[in-house]
């Protein structure tokens, strides 16, 4: 059942991933201008139905964090590499397996897509 | 390595043809999509794995589906199918129980 | 402590088994306890029964003020005349519980004759069926008022959970309720223990997460969320439901088997239900 599955979820994203290849590429190339406020991947940070990072996380302009998880910031500078933060993003358990931060990419807690976004936002933070 | 997924999902999206999906949705196959997930959600439950909305999906899919949105039945069907495979995969994770070192003292 | 595990090993060599099933009951609940008293160094074990408001400052300033006037009381005054209103075929709850209403500290227990844990609630509706009443739902609604009232008559009594040496599904079952207790579920991947254990008195949004111990002493309980009083149960399944787990059914085995290991936990702490909370 677990192949078939995959397979299905491999073709549908291949199908969403394609559709929003398009929208895609001048959001990554405009993460790197630290415009933090209009980036699409804050929205959904911010949002208690999606990312809800703020449960969590001291995050700059956003209201009332908790502090279960450290404040998110200088991102870049800890985070060279962009496939690391994607992965603690992801599945934190993969880096800390007691970690209480949900895996929003393993769990589909957030899209492919968005999480992309929203990677793409923390980066600059 | 992301360039490589984007390869990929490119290649793949090209051979099947985007479009494609939603073109060939016929109402057995929906119905089957349906019943693949009623059975994930099944599985889920029997380690007591079930997700709190997947019920629920699969309920929304079969309402969809009698209303005549194939393709947003499709759309939870497949989504209930995969949050039964994960509660299921995450129980069974889980299987052998180990004390969490954040207690330990 | 080295001894402790020197003599553990040598018991797993004995016995065959692998080191990590060692940990009895009483090992468990004293390392639990020693978790929050390490992490709440200031805060005096009597304090536990107080939840979150033995650790927050803040919230505890106007969780004294709504105690001046509890908001629990009306509960207890319908839970009394529950508990002494005869039922169709003249006899109490009193006939069923005969050292009743002071009864709370004496589940959960052990019932070897049925071979599961017995819940307070359970009881009482095996009661009412015994008598041919309809059960009461477990959550909401009337089980709150006499279950207050029971809380209530309790004050004073000391939780003294016992796992019975001489029937081993008493055992199989507080493992079931512990391993419950540390299993991730739910689609946000969360045990009990991540939010109550690990990071008890850290703030998650706006709510700093109570310490685990001593959460089983006040119950039932007035939220102002709910704006009523309810069951333990109700709030595992409210747990449940914000990480996106199925809750499971209340008074079912999961949730019994829950009750009766987090219980455990809190032996030796004051009961004080009901209790009043946000």
Known sequence: ?125 | ?105 | MSKKILIAAALAVAVGLPAGAMATPEEDRIQFRNHFQDRFSEVPLEEYPNGVYAIDPVGRENWEAIEEFPPYEPFIDTGRDMWEKPFANGKTYADCFPDGPGIAHKYPHWDKDKGMVMTLPLALNNCREANSEEPLKYKKGPINDLLSYIAFESRGEVTNVVVPEDDPRALAAYEDGKKFYYTRRGQLNFSCAHCHVQNGGLVLRTETLSPSLGHTTHFPVYRSKWGTVGTLHRRFTGCNKQVRAKPFEAHGEEYRNLEYFLTYMSNGLELNGPGARK
């Open chain 2, 1 to 105: 390595m992301r360039n490589k997924t984007v390869i990929y999902a490119l290649l793949l999206g090209l051979a099947l043809g985007a479009p494609l999906a939603s073109a060939s949705l016929d109402a057995t196959a929906v119905q089957a999509a349906i019943s693949a997930a009623e059975d994930a959600r099944k599985q889920a439950a029997s380690v007591n794995g079930e997700w709190r909305d997947t019920a629920k999906k699969i309920k929304e899919a079969k309402k969809m589906l009698a209303e005549g949105y194939l393709a947003k039945a499709m759309d939870l069907a497949t989504v209930a199918e995969r949050e039964g495979e994960l509660g299921y995969r995450q129980m069974m994770a889980q299987q052998e129980f180990e004390m969490p070192a954040f207690i330990k003292h």
């Open chain 1, 1 to 125: 059942m677990i192949e078939t599955f995959s397979r299905k979820v491999a073709t549908l994203s291949g199908a969403a991933l394609l559709a929003a290849g398009a929208v895609l590429t001048p959001l990554g190339a405009s993460a790197d201008n630290h415009g933090g406020s209009e980036m699409p991947g804050k929205a959904i940070a911010f949002d208690r139905g999606k990312g809800n990072c703020l449960a969590c996380h001291h995050i700059e302009g956003g209201q009332s964090p908790g502090n279960i998880g450290p404040p998110l910031v200088a991102m870049k500078a800890r985070y060279p590499e962009r496939a690391k933060l994607h992965a603690q993003i992801y599945d934190a358990t993969t880096i800390n397996p007691e970690s209480a931060m949900p895996p929003f990419g393993k769990h589909y807690v957030l899209s492919p897509e968005e999480l992309d976004l929203v990677v793409d936002y923390v980066w600059t933070l």
